[in-house]
């Protein structure tokens, strides 16, 4: 009786681990890995509300990024004249942020939100 009753609950534990055949895990068709688009929110250091917002992007890279999405992005978040309001606004369209980093210059220092959403292709 003691064995039959080992065996009856030794097979209760065990069974659940044993593979079925109607439990197969088919494979999955991978999916491309995602491209990222990257910009950097820039910002005067000095103040929370400041005129000195704006956009890097490329634009001054060579060749430069020609990008009219993101031109009218920059041309907007300059007149939020707050790096809250910018923040809102590019997370709005789309944009997730990533880190922060403070670059020191001779005349003071700014902040960059680096930020990144998934590729778009690039108007012209």
């Keep these: 009786m003691r064995k039959t009753l080992a065996l009856a609950f030794s097979l209760l534990f065990f ?3 044993l593979p079925s ?7 999955s068709i991978s999916s491309p890995p995602i ?18 917002v704006g ?4 634009q001054s890279a060579q060749p ?9 992005d920059q041309n907007n978040i300059r007149q939020m004249h707050s790096i809250v ?17 403070t670059t020191p210059t001779s ?5 960059g939100y680096l930020l990144r959403r ?3 292709p690039i108007a012209k």
């Design 55 to 58: 956009l890097e992007f490329g």
């Design 21 to 27: 055949s109607a439990q197969e895990v088919t494979p």
């Design 107 to 111: 005349i003071g220092s700014y902040v």
């Design 35 to 52: 491209v990222y688009q990257y910009c950097i929110l820039v910002v005067d250091a000095g103040f929370f509300n400041t005129s000195e």
């Design 118 to 120: 998934p590729q778009r």
């Design 85 to 101: 309001a910018a923040l809102n606004y590019m997370s709005g369209r789309g944009w997730e942020f990533l880190e922060t980093r």
């Design 15 to 17: 069974l659940p681990a």
């Design 64 to 72: 430069p990024v020609k990008d009219a999405e993101l031109l009218q």
